[in-house]
C-alpha cells in the first residue's frame, strides 16, 4: 500500500505546485499567499509519504484528497484533478491493502511450506 499511496501524494505534490502557478495569475491573491497553501499543501503530501502506512495516515489523505478538491474554488481545473487525485487514492488504498493482503498470505505459505520440508535448516 505504501508505494501506490505514496506515488499517488507525490504526483499531487507536482499538480499543487502547477495549480500554484494558475493562481499566482489571479489578481486579487497575494504571491505570498498562493505559496504559502502551496507549500503547506505541498509539504503534506510529501510528509503524508512517511505516515501513510499508520492509520492517521490514511485519514489525513483523504483530508489532503477534499482540500485538493476544494481548491477549485480557486483554480477551477482543480475540481476536475482534485476529483481524479482522489479516484487515485481511493484505488490505492484500496488495491494496496489487497496486495499487502496477499504478501502476508504468500509469506505465511512460503513458511508453512519450509517448516513442512523434512530437510530444511
Known sequence: MRT????????EFFVIGFAGL????????????VWTVCGIAMFLSV????????????????????????????????FFLGAIFAALWWASVHYGRKIDEAKARFAAQAAQADSA?????
Do not use: E
Request: net charge neutral; charged share 5%; glycine share 10%.
Open 4 to 11: 501506490l499511496c505514496s506515488s499517488t501524494l507525490i504526483g
Open 22 to 33: 494558475v493562481a499566482m495569475k489571479d489578481p486579487d491573491l497575494t504571491t505570498s499567499t
Open 47 to 78: 510528509a503524508l509519504c512517511g505516515v501513510v502506512t499508520r492509520p492517521a495516515g490514511i485519514a489525513l489523505g483523504w483530508a489532503l484528497q477534499i482540500a485538493l478538491i476544494a481548491s477549485g474554488l480557486v483554480v477551477p481545473s482543480m
Open 117 to 121: 520440508t523434512p530437510g530444511a535448516a
